[in-house]
Each structure stands twice: as structure tokens, then as C-alpha cells.
């Protein structure tokens, strides 16, 4: 009997560590509280100015942190007519956007897409995908499930001190779990 209740003991004991990676500790991570972010402000890290594939301003609304890497949205200023991202894949994000100010081109697989105020377009994953700013100015929400690494992929591109090479953006996608595939878009 005591060899039982030593092995049960021993067992309990030993499962601990794995419960530190289980959903059950995550479902108790998550924040318990509401929050707001204003328009135009980023919740964690102010302003994020990207440098590279465009020159847009990133703020974060609600961040992978936020909800244990479930779920991201951002809001993105465009600042770049005629540039976006290069063909990508996120192996394992959907991403939605949804425009609030301008019109954007977009590719989804081999369909092309058109939008403007008031439209969203939904980009599963791992189909390829890129976009291109249009108007002179424009603001989406971008919104990732799961989260993944996009916020860590804007941070870097926002220290970058230099304008990069295809092969260096190729570089940072990568180490943030996405794989450039094609050239940006081009606007007709």
C-alpha cells in the first residue's frame, strides 16, 4: 500500500512541470480586466515607425501578451502610396483587415482584390498574400489568430537603422514565423 501511495506521490509531483505548458495555466494567465485604447495611440509601445518594406506607423491595440498569444490587432497609418509587403505566408495566422481610411491592393492566392473604406478581406493561412497602399494616406486594422510574432516582426523593422535588402527583409520575416515568397505588388 505505502509503494502505491509513494508512486501516486511521485507521478503528482512529476506532472507539475507539465502543467506549467498546459492551455489550463494559460486559460489563468489571460487579463481579467477590460482596457481602451484611444485612436491613433498604441497601448504598449507608443507609435511603432516601420523602416523597410514601408514607412507606416503600427499601434498595437491588442497585444499577443494580452491575450496569451490567442489573438493581435493593430492599427496601421499608411504612410507609403505605392508600397506594401512582399508575397508572404503566415503558416500559422489567419489575418483579417479591415480599412478605415483609403484603398489598398491586395493578393490572396492568385485573386486579386480592390479595397476601400468600410471593406475587409480575410487571408488564411498559408496561402500567399501581399498588399499594396493605394491612396495617398489610409488606416486598416490588421488582426491576427493566434497572435504569433507579427508585433516582434514590426519592433525590429522599426530599429532597423538602414534601408534593407530583399534578402535581409527575407531574413526578419523568417525569424518571425513568416515566409516571404514573391515580390511586392505593384499598382497598375
Same mark, same amino acid.
Given at each position: 500500500? !505505502?509503494?502505491?501511495?509513494?508512486?501516486?506521490?511521485?507521478?503528482?509531483?512529476?506532472?507539475?512541470? &507539465?502543467?506549467?505548458?498546459?492551455?489550463?495555466?494559460?486559460?489563468?494567465?489571460?487579463?481579467?480586466?477590460?482596457?481602451?485604447?484611444?485612436?491613433?495611440?498604441?497601448?504598449? $509601445?507608443?507609435?511603432?515607425?516601420?523602416?523597410?518594406?514601408?514607412?507606416?506607423?503600427?499601434?498595437?491595440?491588442?497585444?499577443?501578451?494580452?491575450?496569451?498569444?490567442?489573438?493581435?490587432?493593430?492599427?496601421?497609418?499608411? &504612410?507609403?502610396?505605392?508600397?506594401?509587403?512582399?508575397?508572404?505566408? $503566415?503558416?500559422?495566422?489567419?489575418?483579417?483587415? =479591415?480599412?478605415?481610411?483609403?484603398? =489598398? $491592393?491586395?493578393? @490572396?492566392?492568385?485573386?486579386?482584390?480592390?479595397?476601400?473604406?468600410?471593406?475587409?478581406?480575410?487571408?488564411?493561412?498559408?496561402?500567399?498574400?501581399?498588399?499594396?497602399? @493605394?491612396?495617398?494616406?489610409?488606416?486598416?486594422?490588421?488582426?491576427?489568430?493566434?497572435?504569433? !510574432?507579427?508585433?516582434?516582426?514590426?519592433?525590429?523593422?522599426?530599429?532597423?537603422?538602414?534601408?534593407?535588402?530583399?534578402?535581409?527583409?527575407?531574413?526578419?520575416?523568417?525569424?518571425?514565423?513568416?515566409?516571404?515568397?514573391?515580390?511586392?505588388?505593384?499598382?497598375?
Amino acid at each position: 500500500m !505505502k509503494r502505491n501511495k509513494f508512486i501516486a506521490s511521485i507521478l503528482a509531483f512529476a506532472s507539475v512541470p &507539465l502543467l506549467s505548458f498546459s492551455p489550463i495555466k494559460n486559460a489563468f494567465q489571460r487579463k481579467e480586466k477590460g482596457f481602451k485604447v484611444s485612436s491613433r495611440e498604441g497601448r504598449i $509601445h507608443g507609435h511603432i515607425k516601420l523602416k523597410g518594406v514601408n514607412s507606416n506607423v503600427l499601434d498595437v491595440k491588442i497585444s499577443g501578451t494580452d491575450t496569451n498569444g490567442n489573438l493581435a490587432i493593430f492599427e496601421q497609418t499608411s &504612410l507609403s502610396p505605392g508600397r506594401g509587403t512582399p508575397l508572404h505566408i $503566415h503558416p500559422a495566422q489567419d489575418e483579417i483587415f =479591415y480599412v478605415i481610411d483609403g484603398s =489598398y $491592393h491586395f493578393k @490572396v492566392g492568385e485573386e486579386l482584390f480592390d479595397l476601400t473604406v468600410g471593406d475587409s478581406i480575410f487571408l488564411p493561412r498559408n496561402v500567399p498574400h501581399a498588399w499594396t497602399q @493605394v491612396s495617398e494616406k489610409g488606416t486598416m486594422t490588421v488582426t491576427l489568430q493566434p497572435a504569433g !510574432k507579427l508585433e516582434s516582426f514590426f519592433l525590429t523593422m522599426s530599429t532597423l537603422d538602414h534601408e534593407p535588402s530583399m534578402e535581409e527583409v527575407a531574413k526578419i520575416f523568417a525569424a518571425n514565423e513568416m515566409q516571404v515568397v514573391g515580390p511586392p505588388l505593384k499598382i497598375n
